[in-house]
């Protein structure tokens, strides 16, 4: 094969074209031979894609930057989660549910009378209570332990219709949580009376807790229709 003519650096002046000296002089010599539109073409190429490398680099700072004020935005305009004091009132009632040694549940069933508060228990006709076992009465005690159970500033119009009732007994007092699965809603009783007010401020249950609870009340009233409807 014959060498392709070259006069000065990127002049081909025989019949062999581009392309066949490529061939014959290799990737590697063939930097050392390229025509002066080739490498202006390979300039500005590069100069754009350097161009677009810059562009994009400052774009993805500049989404990070947007993304980290929306974040600290976010934060700051939602409270910062407190389960001992927004859920059960104070630190003594959250220890009292956490260290019960029996947890019971009862079916509440709303009287609709008028004048009736559906926020206070003494409104609601109750079954029987049922005792859960060791290991229903910590699922129960893990799922009110956690932040992540409730969903923290929801804003809700309805009034409760509470449907069971969970009571954890301790020595120092007894607990009570009602549950109403018609809007996810609960509240948090620390004393007996049936006309006391609830204790919390935080009233919303969310998913996944609300499903693990649904499903926990069907185990335990399997012959009740409308707790089988839960989801």
């Known amino acids: 094969m014959n060498r392709p003519k070259l006069t000065r650096k990127g002049q081909i002046h025989d019949n062999h074209s581009l392309c066949e ?20 073409w390979i300039g500005t190429r590069l100069l754009v894609n350097r161009k677009l490398f810059i562009c994009g680099i400052a774009s993805l700072l500049f989404v990070a930057g947007v993304g980290r004020f929306r ?4 934060r700051s305009r939602f409270p910062k989660a407190d389960v001992p004091v927004d ?26 009378k008028a004048g009736d508060n559906p926020w206070k228990i003494a409104s ?11 290991y229903q009465s910590r699922m129960i005690q893990r799922i009110f332990a956690r932040e992540s159970t409730y969903g923290w500033s929801f804003m809700k119009s309805c ?60 185990q335990l009233f399997p012959m009740d229709p409308e707790i089988q409807k839960l989801k």
């Open 21 to 40: 000296a490529e061939k014959f002089y290799g990737n590697f010599e063939n930097a050392c031979y390229q025509t002066p539109a080739r490498s202006k």
């Open 71 to 74: 974040l600290f935005d976010l």
């Open 87 to 112: 859920v059960f009132g104070n630190q003594k009632t959250l220890t009292a549910f956490l260290t019960a040694d029996q947890i019971t549940v009862e079916r509440l069933h709303y009287r609709e």
């Open 124 to 134: 609601y006709d109750r079954d029987p209570p049922i005792l859960l076992n060791l």
């Open 159 to 218: 009034a409760p219709d509470y449907g069971v009732l969970l009571t954890a007994h301790s020595k120092d007092t007894n607990v009570r949580v009602a549950l109403c699965f018609q809007c996810y809603m609960f509240s948090v009783y620390d004393s007996e009376d049936n006309n006391a007010k609830h204790v919390n401020r935080e009233d919303d249950f969310v998913y996944p807790a609300s499903r693990m609870l649904a499903g926990l009340m069907k």
